[in-house]
């Protein structure tokens, strides 16, 4: 993850500094200039992480949010979206929802970049004791043998859902297209004040 390696890379210019020579000013300015970069750089990755739970989450909840989200990768990319979200409980835990966005999102992005697609397929289905979430296009699949789970994000997918607890299934062929399947259990008692609007 980035955040470990600029904490990894820190320290070890912080522990070279350290022992660079007094009257080695040269590579000492070279050192301090790298931290500073570095400094920066974790300063601009903290900001961001900051800034990656849409607000829109918040003010609309998670169903809304989701076909705001459509809306506007339909304007930016043309690929259009076909939806079926369905909400049998309204409390939606701000974990799940942040996560399932975040996979959505990613998975929006895979179409874009990789598939060639004209369409997509969204499915968000809401219970009383699970949450699952469909993406699927028939564009240009790929093999999974030869991506082994890495690349296209999948990994950060995969984490998500598992964090949660959750199930993620990816399949894919060159002649079907892709598809990304997620499903998280949900329990009676969790509560988020994440209202959904109808």
């Known amino acids: ?37 570095e400094r920066h750089l974790l300063e601009r990755v903290h900001a961001l992480s900051a800034r990656l739970r849409p607000s829109m989450l918040d003010d609309l909840g998670l169903k809304e949010a989701v076909r705001s989200l459509l809306a506007d990768y339909e304007g930016r990319t043309g690929i259009v979206s076909h939806a079926t979200l369905r909400f049998d409980r309204a409390d939606v835990p ?13 998975a929006l992005i895979n179409v874009a970049k ?22 699927r296009d028939a564009g240009a699949g790929f093999d999974l043998e030869r991506l082994n789970g ?18 993620f299934t ?22 988020s004040g994440d209202r959904e609007n109808d």
Do not use: W
């Open 114 to 135: 990789h598939s060639g697609a004209k369409e997509v397929f969204v499915n968000l289905d809401v219970t009383a004791d699970r949450v699952a979430l469909n993406v």
């Open 170 to 191: 990816l399949r894919s062929d060159p002649a079907y297209g892709t598809e990304v399947s997620v499903e998280v259990p949900l329990r009676k008692s969790d509560v």
């Open 1 to 37: 993850m980035p955040m470990c390696y600029g904490a990894g890379t820190n320290g070890t210019l912080e522990l070279e500094q350290a022992l660079v020579a007094e009257d080695d000013a040269k590579r000492r300015t070279l050192i301090e200039r790298a931290l500073a970069g």
């Open 94 to 106: 701000a974990a799940v929802g942040d996560n399932l966005f975040r996979i959505l999102q990613e």
């Open 150 to 167: 890495r690349g296209l994000g999948i990994l950060g997918m995969r984490e998500r859902a598992e964090l949660l607890g959750g199930a």
